[in-house]
């Protein structure tokens, strides 16, 4: 009770001093309160992890009563079109698993021939980035650890390096698209990128930062790596792990890959569909889930409110709408031009030190809370760039790589990893020394960090 009291303490001083801080750092009343509630939010996410909801529902009342910012207004900032993009996205998954596809997935891998230590971590660590990019963090490792406790039990081998090695690929995958992570389809609502964008920069740059993580994990576990291959060698390759699980590819499962495969296409189409339409940017890419979830539902209409009130994580939307609409106060308020003027001042103007500001602090940033929270603080700040004349997308694709590549650096940076942790514990007892992964965890994130530092830089885009 005394270390809870103690917590809601220094929540209070937090935020209490930020506000008085911003005050008397040129902030009016307003703009004040915002950052303070922000930033009281902020600090019970990170304090109160399973009362986040609350700490957000709290904050947004406190903006309405102190008329910091209309209901209106709130309301506009809520960013509406992310949530339902998330929520048909979240059904149309809820369909795949249903049908079977993620276990079809895992046969796939335990079908390799030819297997080797090696071998398996490149190829885990590929199919860990792709179904992040297709289907999103959180689905993407339930699944892929599933694959690994499997096989590491068929071999008798230690399976912690190679979930760490999962989870550093979903996290590194999950920038690769808008598709992958909240945060994309966040940037892309408020920056006005495409998903032909996301192909033609995130997706090269994404691959990069994967193959410099394959060489990272590979020298670092490299004595578990020999181990593994020789149980290999003891064991034999494939013969039982294709018995283990068995999954024909039925009607139903071909069709949710048809629907997927849809969704896919249309999304990565939307720009060029919007321009022959005449409509609004991102009009076809946000309504596309919604249109495909739609179709899910009546097809399985007997599982629909399934699909709804199971596969769409309702609680982390809201906490979503709610951290939105509090960015939105310290951007409705003014309070996000006045830090944008400082960090342009500091900068002297200069768009790549502005740029590297950006990604190393959302990064960092990340590592120690939720990546949304970041993205969500700087998204203001960054659109305060455009106005007073720093704007470029060189801004967006730094939060964006910093706000993914950062969850990698600890046990808590990213939901992949605490859902990782927690399904490692549950199935095999296995606890997760917060500096063991710090110590691996900080070089890959750090060397991917900085490899996107200089592709940004070389490209200047």
Known sequence: MKGFIAKLFMIFVLAASSGLLGARGGLDRHQAVALAI?????????????????????????????NTISLERLIAHASLDVILFLAGMMIVVGLLKYAGFFAWIV???????????????????????????????????IFMVAAVLEI????????????LISVFATNIGSAASVLGNPVG??????????????????????????????????????????????KIKELGANEILIRLISVPIARELKLGLWLMGATMLLITLSHRLEVLLGLENNAVLMT??????????????????????????????????????????????GATDVFAKGLLAWARGSNLALMGVVLWISSIGSSVMDNVVIVVAFIPIIKSFHALGGAMEIFWWALLFGGCLGGNITLVGSTANIVAV???????????????????????????????????WLARY
């Open 422 to 456: 927690g399904v490692l514990e549950k199935e095999r007892g296995i606890r997760m020394n917060f500096f063991k992964w710090l110590g691996i965890g900080s070089v890959v994130g750090v060397a991917t960090t900085a490899i996107a530092w200089g592709a940004l």
């Open 288 to 333: 596309v889930p919604l249109a495909m979830a739609a179709f899910v539902m009546i097809w399985k209409r007997e599982r629909a409110r399934d699909f709804v009130e199971k596969d769409v994580e309702w609680w982390s939307l809201l906490f979503f709408m709610m951290l939105f609409a509090q960015a939105g106060a310290l951007q409705e308020t």
């Open 152 to 163: 590491s039990e068929y071999f008798e081998i230690d399976p912690l390096p190679y979930i």
């Open 38 to 66: 922000f930033i009281a939010s902020i600090s019970g996410t990170l304090f109160f992890w399973e009362f986040r909801l609350s700490f957000a529902f709290l904050g947004t009342c406190v903006l309405i009563l102190t």
């Open 185 to 230: 389809i966040l940037i892309a609502s408020k920056s006005g990128l495409t998903s032909e964008d996301f192909l033609l920069r995130a997706l090269p740059l994404s691959v990069l930062c994967l193959g410099v993580m394959l060489g990272v994990v590979v020298l670092w576990y490299r004595r578990a790596l020999d181990v593994f291959d020789k």
């Open 107 to 141: 046969e796939l891998i335990l079908r390799m021939r030819r297997l080797t230590a090696r071998r398996f971590v490149v190829v885990i660590s590929f199919v860990s980035a792709a179904l992040s990019a297709t289907t999103g963090e959180v689905v993407s490792i």
